[in-house]
């Protein structure tokens, strides 16, 4: 069981930035490809940032040229460097894996989850 645990969350006003982590305990976790979504109260999970067992990164419209994921295969360990922060970027961040090496932000094809870490911005 590949187990998930994201941190760096918190609040921060608008045009700030913050820097999430998601640690993972997966074994040969190079293989998996890694995803970012997030969910805002009463809405749905948004697909934000993937990036694929090559390195290779995908965006959502609504991040794109703001938020950064890299992802470091020696501490197994996902970033998402979050930057120019809005209120709209208020929700809750979940840490995505699957066993596949293409990225994708189709929330359906990812198995392993974590438990999601709160950012709040403030205007």
């Known amino acids: 069981q590949v187990q998930l645990v994201e941190s760096g969350g918190g609040s921060v006003r608008s045009g700030g930035s913050l820097k999430l982590t998601c640690t993972s305990s997966a074994y040969a976790y190079s293989r998996y490809s890694m995803a970012w979504f997030r969910q805002a109260p009463g809405k749905g999970r948004e697909g934000i940032a993937a990036v694929g067992r090559d390195g290779t990164t995908l965006y959502a419209d609504s991040v794109k040229g703001r938020f950064t994921i890299s992802r470091d295969n020696a501490k197994n360990t996902l970033n998402l460097q979050m930057n120019s922060l809005k209120p709209e970027d208020t929700a809750t961040y979940f840490c995505?894996?699957?066993?596949?090496?293409?990225?994708?932000?189709?929330?359906?094809?990812?198995?392993?989850w974590g438990r999601g870490t709160q950012v709040t911005v403030s205007s």
């Open positions: 995505a894996a699957r066993g596949e090496p293409l990225k994708t932000l189709d929330e359906r094809l990812y198995r392993h």
